[in-house]
């Protein structure tokens, strides 16, 4: 089944201890990003990459880390937890590196608690 | 910076209403993006918009993306309890990559 899974679905953390959120899909698809969405703030996004080794900053990046090594894989890296990087987070991917053609397939979504 | 605005912010129909979502850019849009989703899911694509003065249907649903580019609209005819969830629009800057997405409208329906 063509789909886009993050790990985990759930967590709860503490101020300044890192973790990683991955997001990984089945489809081959070029672009992938990572959006935060906070009730009132609609989707915001974090890092986008168009490919394996090319990654970019969305329009919140401050925080947050990415890396593509592989095609198929584009985790986000939290170095340093603060409260207010609590939300809920989703993974996308697009077939193609031209995002202008091509509709976003959306994971299940990571929410995320950092006290 | 791009911001896309998007109201009313919520909104309760009575089931069989019409209902209309409105989408307004502070800048030009190349294309414009549809999503719904629905509580507790993720979002899901409904439909793109890229050429001014665009207008497409799906079944009960119209998509109307505006002459300058700028703005957009969602219109459901006769809105079903399968409606309910929020509506969010996403469009890309000319010249950016990056989609920036409005703060959606959520929809009620009364059966």
């Known amino acids: 089944e063509a789909q886009v899974t993050q790990n985990p679905r759930y967590l709860i953390t503490v101020t300044g201890k890192k973790l990683t959120v991955t997001c990984s899909q089945n489809m081959n698809h070029e672009y992938m990003s990572w959006y935060r969405q906070d009730p009132g703030l609609g989707l915001r996004q974090i890092y986008y990459?168009?490919?394996?080794?090319?990654?970019d900053k969305g329009d919140v990046p401050e925080g947050y880390k990415v890396s593509r090594k592989e095609k198929r894989n584009f985790p986000l890296i939290l170095e340093s937890p603060s409260p207010n990087q609590t939300s809920l987070y989703f993974c996308?991917?697009?077939?193609?590196?031209?995002?202008?053609?091509?509709?976003?397939?959306f994971g299940p979504g990571t929410r995320l608690t950092v006290t | 910076g791009q911001q896309v605005m998007q109201i009313p912010q919520y909104q309760h129909v009575q089931e069989g209403e019409d209902f209309t979502t409105y989408c307004n850019s502070s800048?030009?849009?190349?294309?414009i993006q549809w999503y719904k989703q629905r509580p507790g899911g993720h979002p899901v694509f409904l439909i793109q918009?890229?050429?001014?003065?665009e207008v497409k249907k799906q079944k009960r649903l119209t998509f109307q993306f505006g002459e300058a580019k700028k703005n957009s609209s969602l219109h459901i005819t006769a809105t079903q309890t399968t409606d309910v969830g929020t509506y969010f629009c996403a469009g890309r800057d000319t010249g950016r990559r990056a989609l920036t997405f409005g703060s959606g409208t959520r929809l009620q329906v009364q059966p």
């Open positions: 990459s168009m490919n394996v080794e090319v990654t």
């Open positions: 800048t030009t849009l190349s294309n």
């Open positions: 918009l890229v050429k001014s003065g």
């Open positions: 996308a991917s697009i077939p193609k590196g031209g995002v202008s053609s091509y509709e976003q397939y």
